[in-house]
């Protein structure tokens, strides 16, 4: 079997969307600038107040639902059995939207507590706006994991990244500035991000309507039971992460000071673009990961994930790198105190490299039907991280808080990859990148030779050429590796 249009489809897809994601990241903080700027921090709290409500609702009112479609649908191309996809897909829209409905009446009667409860007057008015677009976020996620499975990454990246962004940021300015008089800035604010919401949600529509398949199966090859029983596993491991990924900052609250607070959030900020380049893949290649189990082609399977995982981590290795040696200049943009961040952010690039190292185990344990074995292990490593994060933050403070972090995330990795190679007998975590290593040792070599003479910038630029001068070979091979017609020639 040819795997080589895999690889290809792959590698394109992959690269558009790490472009995609690289404005939608620059996107982000202009919004957060002109949030800043046009309606001051009470107003741009009161917002991501809101955002995270209408995140953690969505959360519990999609069941699981949308990865399960994201399964299902690659399943069912696989077996030409796309016309069932309507028996499975309707049902779960009509679900999730009731759910979503009844979380958006009780959005809307509790907005008064729930501002008071965040000491937060704004929050109420939005809350109007959020209570009416959760129904259509809920229909959103169902939607693009749907569009994903059906081929269409590219559209959806587009929408994800750079059309539903800039068509908020043009909303949030235009009302700011041309309708004062109108409605107050906080309505503005609910406002654009109904619209926003409202505009993805037709575009997705679009495309669905256009990858959607037209020739009925008379084959049942999933059923609406099918896809609940694979859901309900997804749905509890989403549930578990919800209980302990935003307790590390409320932990580190507790036992340190605001200031220490906002010093780890930059460096959660900052450490995750070394996951850029998995982010970037796993957004492409789970419904490929599914066809290919489908087929019982695991040998193609396990071939596709270590060659994916050698590519980010070619990537992901310099980038984190970088990262570290660049330390005192990127915090020193938010502050000299925040160089206080230097070791934490320094422990979470670590991390994020050796969940880059360990491949898209959690995609291929979701798209293989092993849901409840990642359950299982999200569990474990959910309350093990309950607590170890108190004793870590009360202990040492901020670097506890980050070997905290750094710890649960390496961990579920690790376990992940164990599961993998148990379950279906692959190997995901890179394998042969040892020219990669050679290469960051001399450009950081490199690095700190020359940036006492040509500054940071040129320091930078001679670090990629030292290792790019060890990387050619092995990268001129992966390169090759599209054109290979055959696996095994």
Not at 50 to 59: E, P, T
Not at 66 to 87: N, S, V
Not at 123 to 131: M, P, R
Not at 469 to 483: D, H
Request: charged share 10%.
């Amino acid at each position: 079997m040819s795997l080589a249009p895999i690889l290809k489809r792959v590698a394109t897809d992959s690269s558009l969307t790490l472009i995609l994601r690289i404005v939608g990241l620059l996107l982000s903080y202009c919004l957060s600038l002109v949030l800043a700027r046009l309606y001051g921090a009470g107003e741009m709290g009161a917002y991501f107040l809101a955002i995270n409500l209408l995140s953690i609702l969505s959360v519990v009112c999609c069941l699981g639902l949308d990865i399960g479609l994201l399964r299902f649908t690659a399943a069912l191309q696989a077996k030409g059995a796309l016309g069932t996809l309507p028996g499975i897909f309707w049902p779960a829209c009509g679900l999730v939207v009731l759910l979503g409905l009844l979380a958006g009446l009780g959005m809307y009667a509790g907005q008064g507590w729930l501002g008071r409860w965040f000491h937060s007057p704004s929050l109420e008015s939005i809350l109007v706006f959020a209570a009416l677009a959760l129904p259509l976020l809920l229909l959103y996620r169902l939607c693009s994991e749907t569009v994903r499975a059906l081929g269409g990454i590219r559209w959806l990246s587009l929408e994800e990244n750079l059309l539903s962004p800039a068509l908020f940021l043009v909303l949030i300015i235009t009302l700011a500035l041309y309708s004062p008089g109108l409605m107050t800035k906080i309505r503005v604010l609910g406002l654009a991000l109904f619209s926003k919401i409202l505009f993805a949600i037709t575009f997705l529509a679009v495309c669905l309507k256009l990858l959607w398949p037209s020739a009925p199966t008379k084959t049942a090859a999933a059923s609406f039971r099918d896809l609940l029983s694979y859901g309900w596993p997804i749905y509890l491991t989403a549930l578990i992460g919800l209980t302990y990924v935003y307790l590390d900052s409320l932990f580190l609250g507790l036992f340190t000071s605001p200031e220490d607070v906002a010093y780890y959030g930059v460096a959660t900020k900052l450490a995750p673009l070394v996951s850029f380049p998995l982010v970037a893949v796993n957004a492409v290649i789970p419904p490929l990961f599914a066809s290919l189990f489908e087929q019982g082609n695991l040998r193609d399977l396990q071939m596709l994930a270590q060659t994916t995982a050698r590519w980010m981590y070619y990537f992901a290795l310099p980038a984190a790198t970088i990262l570290i040696l660049l330390a005192p200049e990127l915090l020193g943009l938010f502050g000299r105190d925040f160089l206080k961040a230097r070791v934490p952010l320094t422990i979470l690039a670590m991390a994020h490299l050796i969940n880059v190292a360990t491949g898209s185990v959690g995609i291929i344990l979701q798209m293989t039907g092993h849901q409840k074995e990642m359950m299982r292990l999200r569990l474990l490593v959910g309350l093990g991280s309950l607590i170890l994060m108190p004793v870590l933050a009360a202990a040492l403070g901020i670097n506890g808080i980050s070997i905290a972090n750094a710890l649960s995330l390496i961990s579920i990795n690790v376990l992940m990859g164990w599961s993998v190679w148990k379950c279906l007998q692959i190997k995901a975590f890179v394998l042969g990148a040892k020219w990669a290593y050679g290469g960051v040792l001399l450009g950081g070599a490199f690095f700190l030779a020359v940036k006492p003479v040509l500054g940071v910038a040129g320091a930078t630029a001679i670090f990629v050429l030292g290792y790019l001068s060890c990387t050619a070979r092995p990268l001129k091979y992966e390169f090759g590796l599209l054109r290979i017609r055959r696996v095994g020639e």
